[in-house]
C-alpha cells in the first residue's frame, strides 16, 4: 500500500473509532477489515516516518474528531473510541519516535483531584497530549494535592493538567496551586485546569493559567503559546 493511502486509511479508522480489526467502527461493517493497530504496524513495517504517521495519520483525524464533537454529531463515548485509537497508536510508535530523535515538547504532569474519581475527559486529554510529542505523567484519579506538587517538583515538568467533575471537588484545585506557590515551584509552572463545573472565571480566581473546556482547546492553546 502507498504511503499517502496507509495514512489516510489510519485516519479513516482512528475516525470511526477503530483500534483493531475486531471493532465494528462508527458506521459499522467495518469489522474484520485492519483497525489502526494492524495499519500503523504496516506503516512502521513500511519504514514511513513515524512522526509523518503522527501528524498525517493521527493528528489530522483528532482534529476531525473535534470538530464532529463541537457539532453534536459525536458524543463523549464516540470521542473516548477515537482518543483510544490513537492511545494505541502512540504506544506502537513511542520507541520509533524517540529512536529517530523527535524531541519531547515537555513534560505534562495531569491529574484529577483528591476526592473525585471521574477520568474520562482527563484520558482522552492524556492521549491528545501524548499525540502532540508531550511527556505524560498521568497520576490517576482522586490524587492527593502534595502528591501532584510532588510530583510536579520531582519531574520539574513545565506543564500540569488539573480536572474535576464535581463542585465539592473543584476546590481541590486553589490548593493545588497555593501549595505550588507555598513551595516555590507556581512561577516555573503553566497551571491548566478543566472539567464541567470549571470555567474561565474560576480559573481566575484561583490563579491558574488557563480553562480548557476540552481537550481540543488545551491543545490549541498548547501551540499559540509555542509561536
Do not use: W
Not at 474520562?120 to 492527593?144: F, T
Amino acid at each position: 500500500m502507498e504511503t499517502k493511502e496507509l495514512l489516510e486509511k489510519i485516519g479513516f479508522n482512528v475516525i470511526q473509532g477503530r483500534v483493531n480489526a475486531e471493532d465494528e467502527g462508527f458506521d459499522e461493517g467495518f469489522e474484520g477489515q485492519p483497525g489502526v493497530v494492524e495499519l500503523v504496524k504496516e506503516a512502521i513495517a513500511d519504514e514511513v516516518d513515524p512522526k509523518v504517521i503522527v501528524v498525517e495519520g493521527l493528528t489530522k483525524a483528532m482534529e476531525v474528531v473535534g470538530e464532529k464533537f463541537e457539532s453534536q454529531e459525536y458524543l463523549i463515548p464516540d470521542m473516548l473510541a477515537s482518543a483510544e485509537c490513537v492511545g494505541a497508536a502512540m504506544d506502537l510508535l513511542s520507541p520509533h519516535l524517540i529512536k529517530s530523535g523527535v524531541e519531547s515538547k515537555g513534560k505534562f504532569v495531569i491529574a484529577t483531584v483528591a476526592g473525585d474519581l471521574h477520568d474520562i475527559g482527563k484520558n482522552i486529554v492524556a492521549i491528545m497530549l501524548k499525540g502532540q510529542g508531550y511527556e505524560v505523567i498521568d497520576l490517576g484519579n482522586d490524587v492527593a494535592t502534595q502528591s501532584i506538587v510532588d510530583e510536579m517538583k520531582k519531574n520539574e515538568a513545565p506543564f500540569l493538567g488539573l480536572s474535576a467533575l464535581l463542585t465539592t471537588t473543584m476546590r481541590e484545585m486553589e490548593g493545588v496551586i497555593k501549595r505550588l506557590q507555598e513551595e516555590g515551584v507556581r512561577d516555573s509552572v503553566k497551571v491548566f485546569i478543566g472539567g464541567a463545573p470549571t470555567s474561565q472565571e474560576y480559573a481566575e480566581k484561583i490563579g491558574a493559567d488557563a480553562h480548557c473546556r476540552d481537550a481540543f482547546q488545551l491543545i490549541d492553546m498548547l501551540k499559540a503559546s509555542a509561536q
